[in-house]
Each structure stands twice: as structure tokens, then as C-alpha cells.
């Protein structure tokens, strides 16, 4: 059996196909230990590789869309009743690299700015879009606002990319495969330093 390497968004595709593809999306969307997971190049990726031009995931793009949405609405929804009934464990453990109680803090800050639209942005942000809906819970931002903007948020997100990476495949064919760990590269690269001044200025001082 070939072994899955869990930050390579094509073996995942490739060795767990379409079920396997969906977990991750939900995984990634709100279960805070599993933020390493691959999440803007998955799905760009499996847009592509859904493309009947490369043969290589059977699946049709309005399927792979549809199950993507709802796996990535329910991951935040996880994520934000676990912040909502069981944020006072993460409020009440010590500081570490990936969480400071500042976090929610200068997040409470950012609902009460911008309101939903903060879970929209989000969702372009690797490991702030696994945080966002947990922290959503934590300062109790209302369910409703929560609910119309995760399925916002998750319906750009999942369509974007999904059918940016589609397109791409329908009009360069096989040639695109050659060229996809430089894509991958440049997404790793450009979410990880968006990413990381993200989740950097969320630990400054608290706002005035």
C-alpha cells in the first residue's frame, strides 16, 4: 500500500482520491492541531487533476464543488463549537508559539471591526483559517453572522480555486503537469508569508 504524505497535496489526491480530499478540506477548516494540512493548493490541485484532459481524478467539477463546500462549511462549524464550549481550555493554557491568549483577544477585535466578512479573508490565510472559526466561538460571535459567512467564505474559497486549477487543466491539458510542483512551490511560498504576517500581527498588543 503506498503511503500518503500528508503535506503533498497531489499524493493525497493521487493515493486517497476523492473521500480522502474531502476529510482534509474538513480537517484543515476546523480541527486547530491539523492546520499543517494542505488547503489552497488541495484544492487548486484537485481542480486540475479533475480535469478530463489529465485523466488522473474521475470525478466531475461540479461534484468535486459541491462536496468540497460542504466539507469545508462543516469543518468551520466544528471548529466554532469547539471554540464555543471548549475555548476555555485553549483560554486557559499557557502561551506557546501557535497560541496566545492575545489571539483572542485582537480577534474579538477584528469580528467587532469588519464582522463576519474577517471568516471570508480567512479562508485564504493557511493556519488562520483553521484558527478563525475556533476563535469565532470563543468571543461568541453570533451563530447566524457565523452561519451566512462560513458558507460565504467556503463557497469563494472552494469555487476559486477549485475551478482556477479546472480551467487551467481544460486549456494546457497534460503540458500543466510538468509545471506542477513549480505552481505548488508558488503556493506554498506566497500563503506562507501571507500567513505568517497574519498570524503575526494577530499577536501584537491589543488595539485601541
Known amino acids: 500500500m503506498t503511503e500518503i504524505n500528508w503535506l503533498d497535496a497531489q499524493s493525497i489526491i493521487t493515493v486517497g482520491g476523492f473521500i480522502l480530499i474531502a476529510l482534509t478540506v474538513f480537517a484543515e477548516s476546523g480541527i486547530f492541531f491539523l492546520f499543517f494540512l494542505p488547503g489552497d493548493y488541495l484544492l487548486f490541485s484537485a481542480g486540475l487533476l ?15 464543488c459541491l462536496t468540497l ?10 471548529g466554532y463549537f469547539f471554540g464555543k464550549y471548549l475555548g476555555h481550555t485553549l483560554e486557559n493554557r499557557k502561551d506557546s508559539f501557535f497560541f496566545k491568549k492575545i489571539y483572542i483577544e485582537n480577534t474579538r ?77 508558488g503556493f506554498v511560498v506566497i500563503s506562507g508569508i501571507v500567513a505568517f504576517n497574519s498570524f503575526r500581527s494577530l499577536g501584537r498588543s491589543k488595539p485601541k
Open 50 to 64: 479533475c480535469s478530463p484532459k489529465l485523466h488522473v481524478l474521475p470525478t466531475p467539477i461540479h461534484v468535486l
Open 109 to 185: 477585535h477584528v469580528f467587532e471591526k469588519h464582522g463576519g466578512m474577517a471568516l471570508v479573508v480567512a479562508r485564504f490565510l493557511p493556519v488562520i483559517r483553521t484558527f478563525a472559526p475556533i476563535l469565532a466561538g470563543i468571543t461568541r460571535l453570533n451563530l447566524g453572522t457565523f452561519a451566512v459567512f462560513n458558507t460565504l467564505g467556503a463557497a469563494v474559497w472552494v469555487l476559486v480555486l477549485c475551478l482556477s486549477g479546472y480551467f487551467l487543466g481544460e486549456t494546457m491539458g497534460e503540458a500543466i503537469l510538468q509545471y506542477l510542483h513549480y505552481i505548488i512551490i
Open 69 to 78: 463546500f460542504g466539507a469545508a462549511v462543516l469543518g468551520n462549524f466544528t
